[in-house]
């Protein structure tokens, strides 16, 4: 990246709300397309970021990647076991075999400790191990994995965690950005069963 980019990039990531900023390559005549990553932007940001980049180029287009997790309708599920608790579910550790490619997710919750593995891939693994080691701590989930996604050309983007209802058209999302994407993607699948939980009405968080 150029030192004018590097510069621009530095200016964007300072407007309030934005996560991450990644720029295509550069097109003849010097034009750049640039994805702003944000959540809970401003309704302006688009506006704001335009004027900034083309301060640095004078042919540049904004895109708003908006990861903000939407309002979410009252769901139609059954309650949690009556074991809840105050107590948040903590993430211990989530990482990738890169022998294997397996995903290994570790959570514990009231003094108690369980695992989960899958070898579906860097994102989808970590979210499907934690919902496996959710099982494993007594926590039945009336939900099932509906989507898990990533920002595209950047370096550790923020990852996106679908939960949707079995019972109705409930989706529960949840958005995190961590040190790696095995750990973006089981933080982003807890945050997701958090919005779940809160939706029963539940301590359990």
């Not at 080691?133 to 039945?140: K, V």
Request: hydrophobic share 45%; no cysteine; glycine share 10%.
């Amino acid at each position: 990246m150029n030192e004018g980019l590097a510069e621009l990039e530095l200016e964007l990531r300072l407007l309030p709300g934005v996560l991450n900023v990644g720029f295509g390559p550069e097109e003849q005549g010097g034009h750049v397309a640039i994805s702003v990553v944000a959540l809970g932007p401003e309704q302006d940001l688009e506006l704001v970021a335009t004027r900034v980049a083309r301060a640095f180029r004078q042919s540049a287009t904004i895109e708003i990647v908006d990861v903000s997790p939407p309002e979410q309708p009252a769901p139609k599920l059954s309650s949690l076991p009556a074991t809840v608790s105050d107590e948040r579910v903590s993430l211990v550790e989530s990482r990738i075999d890169e022998t294997t490619g397996e995903a290994t997710v570790v959570l514990s919750w009231m003094g108690n400790s369980a695992n989960g593995r899958s070898a579906s891939g860097t994102l989808v693994g970590p979210a499907v191990a934690t919902l496996q080691a959710l099982a494993g701590l007594g926590i039945a989930l009336d939900a099932r994995l509906a989507s898990v996604s990533s920002g595209q050309g950047m370096v550790n983007p923020p990852v996106r965690v679908v939960l949707r209802s079995e019972r109705g058209d409930a989706e529960f999302i949840g958005v995190a950005r961590s040190k790696s994407e095995a750990e973006s993607a089981a933080r982003a699948t807890l945050a997701a069963f958090n919005r779940y939980v809160g939706g029963l009405g539940t301590h359990l968080n």
